[in-house]
DNA sequence: CCAGATCCGATACACTCGTATTGAAATAAG
DNA sequence: CTTATTTCAATACGAGTGTATCGGATCTGG
């Protein structure tokens, strides 16, 4: 058994690389050359790693919803009980990548996103990643409902908060789907220039206290029309 | 003076042929000989029209962005009268192009919106197409709120309801942008596969009615921290 | 040290792309 | 009818693409 690569962690390499260039160019604009060159390795090596180019690029798809994903569930995992609302909120800017940290991050997913509209494989991979975003979501929002707001908004007097009982009406999974699509929405906008990073930061904001200012939706009849 | 032919109309039908090709395989896919062959016109007639590719597909967005803009002014007009609620919610389903009918003209959107984080005059006009969306939007929140959601909620007793003085906190533009966001990214949703559009307008209905539920944040003491 | 498998860098190839060129058809004015 | 001018279809061209091929370098097991 003679010379022997790793070749997981070239893959890894060479989707970084995808990843730079993807975000200079699209991803369509993105050439085995060129992934070679960046990569610092040759084409021959690339193509050892990978049959044709859209296999590349499915990988590259994974790797950037596994990274969103893992940097997301460290988030959740690092404070866990500090404020579960926050938490929410915080979440909710990581997925957006507004970040200007996470800046190519963010246009290369676009990116993908809208190659994936004509491209089934890429756009199977990414509803796994969404899925996975989605769950998370969904379970941090159940979580900061059950705890109870207590600590996130800063109305000290719970007098007209009636508990959670009102808060228990929202559907978690709704309630991620909206907050993932919001992000998402926001983080294009921001990207064409169309908002200011901060503006979108607001309205992220904004839209996740509204989750919790809300909760008197309790009151019954009202319920029929709204489902 | 001799042999004269009428440009815009052309240019328009070239402009619908790069949507139809856009949609298939994205804007990068899109090739000058395949827009004549499908505007059934030369080659050299579409170089006669557009000097270069990036001048055809900026000239397309803008076509897409004026028929968006357009069909949500009419619908803005048709029925102006009647709720300014539901008519923000229409106007809304409008822009996410979710309706099926328009399922090709929102992977055009898409797909230009992607590319213009690569190409600065791409995103010049989107951002164009954008802003006048957002003013609509606000425009109608604005209105919305002024007259009153007597008609838009099924809530007929107006007695918790302290009229629309806690309502006048939203600020349009803002509730415009995010609106606009939650559109772009629920259609994106339901490009990729990851959301029915069923689910989305629901969302998008929820998000519009939780507007006009909301309205008692008047209690001072909390837009402190929230702004 | 040798055999044999594995890897990969270089090169070749077939193609497609955007754009430039060009010469003929079409048309309006003289 | 000429003639000047515009329009455009056909073609050419060079750059750049993904992929296939292949010969030598590299390394392991004996």
Redesign the interface.
């Known amino acids: 058994m003679p010379k022997q690569v790793d070749y997981e962690s070239r893959r890894r390499r060479i989707a970084e690389a995808v990843c730079v260039l993807a975000d ?3 991803p ?2 993105v050439t085995m050359r060129d992934v070679a060159t960046r990569a610092e390795v040759s084409l021959g090596a690339v193509q050892r790693c990978f049959r044709t180019k859209e296999e590349m690029l499915v990988f590259a798809v994974d790797h950037v919803g596994a990274r969103v994903t893992e940097r997301m569930r460290a988030r959740l995992s690092g404070a866990p009980e500090r404020s579960a609302a926050t938490a929410l909120e915080h979440a909710a800017t990581e997925i957006a990548l507004l970040r200007s940290a996470h800046r190519a991050e963010a ?1 290369v997913w ?2 993908f ?6 491209s089934e494989p890429l ?1 199977a991979r ?2 796994i990643s ?2 996975a975003l ?1 769950d998370l979501l969904a379970r941090l929002v159940t979580e900061a409902v059950e705890v109870g707001d207590a600590d996130a ?3 000290p007097d719970p007098s007209d908060e009636p508990g959670d009982g009102g808060a228990a009406r929202l559907d978690p999974q ?1 309630e991620a ?2 907050l ?7 983080t ?2 921001v ?5 200011a990073s901060e ?2 930061e ?2 992220l ?3 996740v ?2 989750l919790w ?2 909760p008197r ?1 309790s ?1 019954p ?2 319920a029929a ?2 489902e």
């Open positions: 200079a160019h699209g369509e604009g246009r676009l990116a996103v809208a190659q994936a509209a004509v756009a990414l509803r969404y899925a989605q908004p800063d109305a709704r789907r909206a993932l699509a919001l992000a998402d929405g926001l294009s906008h990207l064409i220039g169309h908002l503006e979108a607001d309205i904001r904004a839209h206290v509204r200012e809300r939706t009151r009849g009202q029309r709204a």
